[in-house]
């Protein structure tokens, strides 16, 4: 809290995993945060969509998968054809519910592709559509087309919370803030005091759409805390002008469709149980049934055993409530159970306190059965609540696990704070990432080793002040807006990737681990999505750093995709090598089998299809040694190694006075394996085939853990490595041996930098009438930057010094509308340069910028 400056203190969850050693809960354990992002359409629902070649026409087609407003769909009729699968985005395609067209004369027609399989078009669609579920029309069409459900649910939105002191009483709650469907709520009635505010999920079990006290026979009450600040009179017209206002400020009633059931309880009142008090669940205790409401709500309260005390802590509680636990529970799982305050003694033994209290214990059926069927582990890092503290977001550990409960212990909070005893289902526990997902402050911990200070270093423009300069941060919330349909749409969203444990593991990755990886990754950016399930993969092997090392960039493969730089733990050492991953919707599943192929495991064991019952690979039934004939064969030759025996890396770092930075995709180097070895090892050994070498061999001199380096080096470290090994190589028995080699290189040399080079078109230098330079640094722009297409962005930089960064640019298809959003943080991070050249390009971006604030803005 040391106030804004220039050089301040950073957190970065990447960093402090990797500092801590720890790791991150998996993010399918959080089922409410899951829930919370589908936009209330599911796979197998039906829609009718306009047929692209003819726009005139429509045809039923099947969601396959969803990712926020976009939807991956197929026509009916391709059956389990892949070929034909298309994204959409809600909001702009022609997408109607199951019998639209029938209502508005439109035309249903099979499309061209599919026309000789369906000889019968209106048995086809009788046959399709028996039984079928029809996407919501709601979110089709109207106000809500296109939202998140989440999203409906704004600031000033009404509700009715449920009183917790008294659950056949609600009141009406207004959202102050919601926070990813955590929602800030005032009772209403108190709209200029924050001191009875409090924070719940939207899937809550105690919060309700308005009117839901009417429909099941509540009574509508402010809670007795609050009772007194108002008359009865004042009350009863606040309750009819939240009847009259309803409809404006009222929510969907299917956004709780997917909140917890509530079931029947058996509890009588006198029973005793154990018990953790939500407010401060920081120990478990005795506690009592003080009181049964109906067949779904009962209170329990807090043994409290001293005189001066009239009342404990009371709450009510439901079948499902977490926190509640049979008599004997701490005891059977080496927990300590605190005596009720006045108990005399320390030992506290159930069955004197049963017979002290003249009561019975509530019988085992009373209570769900508790699963440990969850991704929690020790040491697991996530974000909590803090339950003192509810407006604080915290990191957490994971301290100790008991069946389906955590203790966690919270870092960075104000005032510290004991242990937290949380059910694995809490709605007040995220996966790490959450807060800076929805724009939440999280409180960072006091001693951050990792949190260094950072200089910031901003890329001001030239000092001149205009007309309508006020405006600059409205027009890069507008540039971010224009934007986000160029980004957020299907090309760039990673559908969900499933992990299918029944599929055949392969050689390198152990069964065990792999069974208790998360049922999927995702949706989301594809980049992200794809380096988590390859991090998931990396863990779950017998040798990590093997792993690692069959799935690096091949040095002389053609790149397509984007180089993410993994890590691997092995034997106390870490290694790092770069993987390339795509960063296309289409390309997924190609990617996912591909790589399933290179671990040689089953092409099924993971990608954007889940395998439900039986393998089309049929996998279950094969050995060892043909899946690696069919599927693992390789190439007898030494990746990333010359002809003479020795990296180009090790050579270079051979040559005395002289050290330069290595390439980054040096870090692991790959192994020469032979194609025709035969591997006899068991399914499942941690043996994988043709890697019979010692373990140290597998691992990686730590030398070669370097910084990373941009492209800027490439050149000059190939040109050192050839004439490194010119000299290496100068002692070798023949000429003809040493020509061979240079010869080879210099061939390897010419393919790497023509990789850089752009097509004729692209190489033409900027034509007088899109660009104007002056003397003077000032730019002079004769077409609006918003309107330049990739190509025209990337003839902009190659009239620069930058010339050399435009390759970044295509590859990355930034248009002059996501150039104006560069900042100087954004092109370190996304383009991995160093301060230098990231604060050249950005000198030149922001003289774009402020060109088009003088002639376009207005």
Not at 68 to 87: C, H, I, P, T
Not at 358 to 385: I, R, W, Y
Not at 811 to 829: H, N, S
Request: net charge negative; charged share 25%.
């Amino acid at each position: 809290d040391a106030g804004s400056s220039v050089e301040e203190m950073e957190f970065n969850w990447d960093e402090y995993l990797e500092d801590t050693g720890a790791t991150a809960a998996p993010h399918g354990s959080f089922k409410h945060v899951d829930t919370s992002l589908q936009n209330g359409f599911a796979p197998g629902m039906k829609l009718e969509v306009a047929v692209k070649s003819d726009q005139n026409t429509y045809w039923v087609a099947t969601i396959i998968t969803t990712c926020g407003q976009l939807l991956l769909l197929r026509y009916d009729g391709y059956g389990e054809d892949r070929k034909a699968d298309f994204w959409c985005d809600i909001l702009t395609a022609d997408l109607h519910p199951i019998g639209w067209c029938q209502q508005n004369k439109k035309i249903l027609k099979v499309p061209e592709g599919i026309k000789d399989k369906i000889p019968d078009q209106e048995e086809f669609l009788q046959r399709v559509l028996k039984g079928a579920c029809s996407a919501p029309a709601n979110l089709l069409e109207g106000l809500h087309r296109g939202k998140n459900p989440l999203d409906l649910i704004a600031p000033g939105s009404r509700l009715e919370l449920q009183n917790i002191r008294d659950s056949l009483e609600a009141w009406i709650v207004t959202v102050v803030e919601n926070v990813g469907g955590r929602l800030k709520l005032r009772y209403e009635g108190l709209e200029d005091s924050d001191k009875f505010d409090q924070w719940l999920f939207y899937l809550d079990p105690f919060l309700h759409q308005v009117g839901w006290a009417a429909q099941h026979g509540y009574s509508l009450q402010p809670p007795l805390a609050i009772r007194s600040l108002r008359s009865e009179a004042d009350w009863q017209e606040i309750l009819k002008k939240v009847k009259e206002e309803e409809e404006e400020s009222s929510v969907p009633t299917d956004l709780f469709k997917d909140k917890p059931v509530i079931g029947v309880h058996s509890f009588s009142e006198g029973m005793k149980l154990e018990a953790v008090d939500p407010m401060a669940p920081f120990v478990i205790c005795p506690a009592t049934v003080l009181k049964v409401y109906n067949d779904k709500y009962f209170m329990i309260e807090i043994d409290d055993l001293r005189p001066e005390r009239a009342t404990g802590q009371r709450y009510v509680c439901h079948v499902s409530s977490a926190g509640i636990f049979p008599v004997q529970w701490s005891l059977k799982n080496g927990l300590h159970l605190s005596p009720p305050p006045g108990y005399p003694g320390q030992d506290f033994d159930w069955a004197d306190y049963l017979k002290q209290c003249g009561a019975e214990a509530a019988p085992q059926s009373c209570f769900p059965l508790l699963t440990s069927d969850h991704g929690f582990k020790e040491n697991m890092k996530l974000e909590a609540v803090n339950p003192v503290d509810p407006e604080e977001v915290c990191i957490a550990t994971v301290t100790k696990l008991k069946d389906s409960y955590l203790w966690l212990q919270l870092e960075g909070s104000k005032k510290p704070v004991p242990e937290c005893i949380v059910s694995v289902e809490s709605m007040n526990i995220f996966p790490v990432g959450w807060c800076e997902t929805n724009g939440y402050q999280l409180r960072p911990p006091r001693k951050a080793i990792v949190n260094k200070q950072k200089k910031i270093a901003v890329v001001q423009p030239e000092k001149q002040f205009f007309p309508g300069a006020f405006a600059v941060c409205d027009l890069n919330i507008c540039f971010l807006l224009s934007h986000l349909s160029v980004v957020i749409n299907g090309k760039y969203c990673c559908p969900k990737i499933y992990f299918n444990h029944r599929c055949f593991s392969g050689p390198y990755l152990n069964k065990g681990r792999i069974a208790e990886l998360p049922q999927s990754v995702g949706p989301g950016n594809c980049v992200l999505v794809l380096k988590e399930v390859l991090t998931l993969l990396i863990n779950a092997a017998y040798k990590p750093s093997r792993v690692l090392r069959e799935l690096q960039l091949d040095e002389e493969a053609a790149w397509h995709g984007h180089g993410e730089t993994l890590k691997a733990k092995y034997k106390g050492k870490s290694y790092r090598a770069t993987v390339e991953v795509v960063r296309t919707a289409d390309r997924v599943a190609d990617f996912c089998r591909k790589t399933c192929i290179k671990l040689e495991c089953c092409p099924n064991l993971f990608g954007p299809q889940m395998v439900l019952d039986k393998c089309s690979e049929n996998c279950s039934v094969l050995t060892k040694t043909k899946y690696t004939h069919y599927y693992g064969k390789r190439k007898n030759k030494r990746i990333g190694r010359p002809p003479g025996g020795h990296s180009n890396l090790e050579v270079a770092m051979k040559k005395p006075n002289k050290r330069r930075k290595r390439r980054k995709h040096f870090f692991v180097h790959k192994k020469k394996r032979s194609s025709t070895s035969v591997d006899n090892t068991p399914a499942g050994s941690p043996q994988g085939s043709g890697a019979e070498e010692e373990d140290d061999q597998d691992e990686v001199d730590e030398e070669s853990l370097t910084e990373d380096s941009t492209s800027e080096h490439q050149d000059e470290l190939l040109e050192e490595s050839e004439v490194s090994e010119k000299k290496s190589l100068s002692s070798s028995p023949t000429q003809s041996e040493l020509s061979h080699s240079l010869a080879q290189d210099r061939d390897k040399r010419k393919r790497k930098l023509r990789t850089f080079s752009f097509s004729d078109d692209e190489n033409k230098p900027p034509s007088p009438k899109d660009i104007k330079m002056e003397v003077a640094e000032k730019l002079q722009l004769d077409s609006n930057p918003l309107e330049w297409s990739v190509a025209d962005v990337v003839r902009f930089l190659k009239s620069t010094d930058c010339a050399p960064l435009a390759r970044i640019f295509l590859d990355q298809e930034i248009d002059g509308q996501a150039l104006l959003l560069l900042t100087l943080p954004t092109v370190q991070e996304c383009m991995d340069l160093k301060l230098g050249p990231a604060i050249k390009l950005c000198h030149h971006i922001e003289r774009v910028k402020l060109a088009f604030y003088q002639q376009f803005a207005n």
